[in-house]
């Protein structure tokens, strides 16, 4: 196989191939031949009509389809030799055949390379790691916070605070003109404590029962409603009901009886676990986030175009399906963000970890494999079928390797940095201001 590589401004890498005509021939005969044995055609017998005929009658349709089967192959088999990692799918041009005397057809192939990255001075990284230490008496106090208490919200002829609870009914204009389609009544939500956006929370503060408030927001190029995207929308909101909390002690909690301690004892060792888990798990994404952007500072990582588009399409199905699944409404904060930030995190991370496995030629343990599958399925009422469905599922288990990887590549990167430790109070870490970092809450 004969081809020629070269590197375009704005298209990218480019790959001429020839393949011999003798080639294109054979596979043409040998197409034909399998529509003889199988195609009956008036005036001729089945499996005796002469080539010439197919050729004739399917010529066309089975040249173009030849063409495109051998472009492909001879492409794959350039990226195989040559080791080449391409992102998406790519661009087949045919040459026009001007010179009949020529051995050979010419097509020339346009795509884009995954990029190439060298991590370096991973020595002279600097992060820290969170230690929170956390005592008995806030596990304590974690219990009476989450004790059985019954919440009353009781009616009010009062401005609108924070933490109160709202009930609105909303419309929806653009220039002017309503989309009745998402008009939505008896919305509640509690104030300054809720998922929906910013302009929502702070417009409605102070504000009375039956007060009609109006502002404007432009709609995300990704947002799951296409109908509204980059659009400019009004919202007129009704406030319908303003409630504030009255938290009272439940019937059951104030009965004191001989069970109370062994469930007091229960509750404790449960929620001691239950925060030292979760505190690991935000504090450890919190290191690792800083080691992904300490090495994005000192290393020159271009993210090619379509590579990022193509996550960015990615991303966009995952939280429209999302979106859909869960009925959610427009007013949701998550969905008026840009994408373009998660998913530089996203590839970042992803190009960094690729980097260190293949430098450091890691291989997926299946005992580790073995033992995060146990650790994840012990969560399941059922942790057998779990189990049964790691083992019958391919995808499952790809998924369970890469997790294994990554671990290993992250600990590597760990091993190779300094890691400066900085000891929390219980209290430093609640009210740290982990708003910041939205991904690491779960």
């Known amino acids: 196989m004969n081809f020629f590589m070269e590197k375009n401004k704005d298209a990218g890498h480019r790959v001429t191939i020839k393949i011999p005509k003798t080639t294109v021939n054979n596979s043409l005969l040998q197409e034909f031949i399998k529509i003889r044995k199988t195609t009956k055609i008036n005036g001729f017998r089945k499996g005796k009509t002469p080539i010439r005929v197919i050729q004739e009658k399917y010529g066309s349709a089975i040249y173009y389809d030849i063409f495109k089967k051998l472009m492909q192959k001879f492409f794959y088999e350039f990226i195989k030799t040559e080791k080449i990692k391409i992102i998406g799918s790519p661009k087949f041009y045919i040459h026009q055949d001007e010179d009949k005397k020529k051995e050979y057809f010419e097509y020339s192939v346009i795509y884009e390379l995954y990029p190439q990255f060298q991590i370096k001075d991973i020595k002279q990284i600097k992060v820290n790691k969170i230690n929170v230490e956390i005592t008995e008496e806030d596990i304590k106090k974690n219990i009476e916070t989450n004790k059985n208490k019954k919440n009353i ?122 925060l030292h888990s979760q ?54 904060k998550k969905y008026h963000m840009s994408l373009d930030s998660e998913v530089k995190k996203r590839l970042y991370f992803q190009i960094i970890i690729e980097q260190i496995i293949l430098n450091n030629k890691l291989f997926a343990d299946e005992n580790n494999i073995q033992k995060l599958i146990k ?33 290993q590549a992250m600990l590597l990167l760990k091993k190779s940095i300094k890691i400066e430790k900085q000891n929390w109070n219980f209290e430093r870490f609640l009210n740290y201001n982990w708003a910041s970092h939205e991904e690491l809450m779960l």
């Open 153 to 274: 919200w009781n009616p009010v002829n009062k401005a609108v605070k924070s933490y109160d609870r709202v009930t609105i009914n909303y419309c929806i204009y653009e220039k002017n003109k309503k989309i009745k389609k998402f008009d939505k009544d008896n919305i509640s939500f509690i104030v300054s404590k809720n998922t929906l956006i910013p302009q929502l929370n702070y417009k409605i503060i102070n504000h009375f029962v039956n007060d009609i408030i109006f502002f404007k927001i432009k709609f995300h190029a990704f947002h799951p409603e296409k109908e509204l995207q980059n659009k400019d929308i009004t919202f007129k909101i009704k406030i319908i009901k303003i409630e504030k909390k009255q938290e009272l002690e439940s019937e059951k909690s104030n009965k004191k009886n001989i069970t109370e301690k062994k469930t007091i004892q229960t509750d404790y060792q449960t929620i001691k676990n239950n």
């Open 279 to 332: 505190i690991n798990i935000i504090t450890d994404k919190y290191l690792e986030n800083q080691i992904i952007q300490k090495i994005v500072e000192k290393n020159i990582l271009l993210l090619p175009p379509l590579l990022f588009q193509k996550e960015i399409k990615n991303l966009y199905k995952q939280y429209t399906k999302q979106y859909q699944e869960e009925n959610s409404n427009i007013l949701e």
């Open 375 to 407: 650790k994840i399925s012990s969560n399941y009422k059922n942790p057998m079928e779990i189990i049964k469905l790691y083992n019958k599922n391919k995808n499952l288990k790809n998924t369970m390797k890469n997790i294994e990887l990554e671990r």
